[in-house]
């Protein structure tokens, strides 16, 4: 067991948790952070990407013991004053989702991209998204929404 | 009021996922859970000698450990076949028992044997390490070619078949090839393929003490078929003490059609512990567990004349079901395959023949088209190399033998309300600018590159209904679609459906076509779906049946709600019922300004009553309330149809293939919101593209899944797609009063044969099979120079 001090979502909480205990598995098992997912638990899918200190990582293969002290950033805690992230109202716009399940991810990873590059390309944005995996859109409004936030932030 | 269907309505259920507040199956908690973890043969095929407990029992935490011989005592029924189809010389199918938990054998990997229950899942992982199984490890039936003269898999099942099935008509097809001048012949394997929801399968269970009743949380595409199965077939509980609950569930693709083993092992076991148990897949457990798709062999014959005429066509076919037969296993390679087997073509004799076998593999389901991706490849394949052998353009050669009138009765079953293949397939051309290809091979040629265009041009056969049809063919259930209308006395309304959605939008489409019915803004309109204790039993969402089955029973509920309320109405304003009518929300007397709003007789309709007065406002007879609800059961399948064209680019010196242009046509009807529908599409022809260039499920020879992860099985990513170029062409559906037709599955029906073709046309016909890897199209590309080297 072991006490870390996070600042998730802008609150500071201390927690006691197992060693092993992954940051997804901190998010959801034991803050109910349930808009973070697991997809494969091997980085592959990129479902559960939240940022760390303001960058996009892959939550299932964090451990949450080595993160102490980080700020932490969870699709909950994109919503500022009641108002949607503009990347979040882009994918409503565009219609960059489906299913939902990849989405928090697909946001996360996107916000991220777009704070690395302002205005992507089409082809950038795709290699971008390369460790996310969308099984219902295709893809195509996924790069629709980022472009559309990407005029909006 | 503007019509809300045919507009692009921004999603309703949107916000929820975009804040992360979905509420998935894993994402709900029940005080004092239990978590479950299953142990799953690690062989291919084996006999269980012994499975000895005891240690993992003693193991922190562990609150039970439950096998094959608990279910056996408790007499917990096993997985079934939901179609019974009967062999060409009319004997029954043959199906193996498919217990929940295997006691006497396993028969692929993944196939659970016992599960354990601890206080947490870390310590249910540990204890399940420490379970002992005793296996007689037998020879494994994997290769597909083989399994017919491989070793006996089910005791009684001879030479691993289920049954060898026939469709058409054998002399005719004899009698048109005797007449043909060439006859072209295939041989190809339809790759398979694991549908990968994002969403891994996991169910949560409670139980209830002191009312018996069993609530099971799950992944389901069909939570009220889950129930009906789990309590007629399993005998987990009555119907009335099992409520089966699909939430948010993150993908389906046919693959959470099923009823699975540990949807009944935890329900069971939750009454038995007397514990809530949760139970989460990894991927995995996933890979090895769900049901996956396709997985054919083979051959067909087309007969033609010199000039492109289609006289025949026969299909041999061998289709893997896996180790046991599953609720749609059996049909997807006959009734959802066979009838397609022609494609858009005016064929006038075939056949298709289909053996079904049993492998040591996981068992085979409907995924994304089910039937009809494999039906579309194989024809679509052999008129592309029928355009080859006779030196035809694939256009000209299709255009030859499109029918031309509506209704069109296709060779072996379907009768085609409409279409219009000739304006698609004109349509796609003209957007594809197949006219300048000649031009962009020059240009691929001069960067050393190959290029390919392939056309494509399908029909399927989806929203799978009617009862009597299906029941005729072999379905153990009719499949209509439920929905029920509820107005609240303000005004609102609630809209039950028994279809699902998984990500197909619902909750805004179902909503806008309510909204037009009842005049109702679409903010006060709520879709509620996937709950047993909500709304009627419904038959889910799978074949594309959402919309021309579920959404036509809320159209039909909702005019029973309008002509309940005219009959109010009528008699609130003092009129006689003819010469009210009802528009745009509002029940208004002809030639005068009288009129009342649906929600103003609404809540008429519920507080029949006036003060001071005896008197109603209700005619005589008239029941309170404005609650209706219907039954659809339409009186065909819809039909929809398309052309697609591909090109692709490849590079000789590594093999890769870059899918560089795509362009869909497709006539789905009457489009409800043409941004789901297009994002509907997409998401097929990734799939379909996936088979076609990247997907490949693969066994070793003992059985071995080799592709159960991520980074072997290789899913279409972002970077692997070109823009999609879409249109439309419209004939509505004349089997439903909005001419709706189906839209899901299209994509992945129509994309396998487009893009293989456009890479078999880029190799100058050298046949290769799918997917079209760099190492296939390398070594195919290292051929062709060998063999041109030699002819010059």
Known sequence: MRKISLEINGKKIKKEIPDHTTLSGLLRDILNLTGTHIGCDTSQCGACVVHVDGKSIKSCTALAADLDGSKITTIEGLVSNGKLHPMQEAFKKMHGLQCGFCTPGMVMSAIDLLKNKKNPSDQEIRDWLEGNICRCTGYQNIVAAVKEAASKM | MASLVGSRVERKEDKRFLTGKGRYTADINIANQTYAV??????????????????????????????????????????????????????????????????????????????????SLDEAKAAAELVKIDYKVLKAVTSLADTMKSETIHDGIDKNLCYDWLLGDRQKVKEAFDKADKIIKLDITNNRLIPNAMEPRACVIDYNTASEEITCYTTSQNPHLSRLIMSAFGGVAPENKLRVVAPDVGGGFGSKINLYNEEIVCSWAAKKIERPIKWIADRTESFLTDTHGRDHITHAELAVTNDGKFLGFKNETIANLGAYARVFGTVTPTYLFGPCATGVYVMPA??????????????????????RPEATYTIERIVDKAAIELGMDPIEIRMKNFPTEFPFKQTLVHQVDSGDYIAGLKKAKEMADYDGFAARKKDSESRGKLRGIGVTTYFEACGIAPSPV?????????????????????????????????????????????????????????????DTDKGTFGMGTYGSRSLTVGGIAIVNACKKIVAKGKR??????????????????????????????????????????????????????????????????????????????????????????????????????????????????????????????????EYDESGQLITASYMDYTMPRADNFPEFNLGFTCTKATTNPLGVKGCGEAGAIAAPPTVMNAVINALDGHEIQMPATAEKVWKACKEIKKTNAKAA
Not at chain 2, 58 to 75: C, R
Not at chain 2, 621 to 633: Q, R, Y
């Open chain 2, 568 to 697: 109010i109405a009528a008699k609130m304003l003092e009129a006689s019922e003819e010469d009210v009518e009802f528009k745009d929300g509002e029940y208004v007397v002809a030639k005068s300004n009288k009129k009342k709003t649906i929600g103003e007789v609404a809540f008429a309709s519920y507080l029949p009553g006036v003060r001071d007065e005896v008197k109603s406002p209700l005619p005589e007879g008239e029941e309170p309330g404005l609650i209706e609800s219907s039954f659809f059961d339409p009186a065909n399948f819809s039909f929809p149809a398309g052309s697609h064209i591909a090109e692709v680019e490849i590079d000789p010196e590594t093999g890769n293939v870059k899918l560089d242009k795509y362009t869909a046509v497709d006539d789905f009807g009457t489009i409800v919101n043409p941004t789901i529908v297009e994002g509907q599409v997409h998401g097929g022809l990734a799939q379909g593209i996936g088979q076609a260039l990247t997907e490949n499920a």
């Open chain 2, 350 to 371: 075939a056949y298709s023949n289909v053996k079904a076998v049993y492998t040591n593999t996981a068992p085979v389901d409907a995924y994304r088209g089910a039937g």
């Open chain 2, 470 to 530: 299906v029941m005729m063919l072999g379905c153990g259930v009719g499949l209509w679609e439920s929905a029920e209308v509820r107005f609240n006395p303000t005004g609102q309304v609630t809209v039950y459906t028994g279809s699902h959605s998984h990500g197909q939008s619902h909750q805004t489409t179902f909503a806008q076509i309510a909204a037009d019915e009842l005049g109702v803004p679409i903010e006060n309109i709520d879709i509620v779906h996937g």
């Open chain 2, 38 to 119: 299953f142990i799953r043969s690690p062989h291919a095929r084996a006999k269980i000698k012994k499975i000895d407990t005891s240690k993992a029992l003693k193991s922190p935490g562990v609150v039970d450990i439950l096998t094959g011989e608990h279910i056996a005592q408790d007499k917990i029924g096993g997985l079934i076949a939901g179609w019974a189809i009967r062999s060409e010389d009319n004997s029954e199918m043959k199906c193996p028992a498919n217990p929940p938990l295997a006691k006497d054998n396993v028969n692929f990997v993944g196939d659970p044997i016992a599960v354990v229950f601890a206080e």
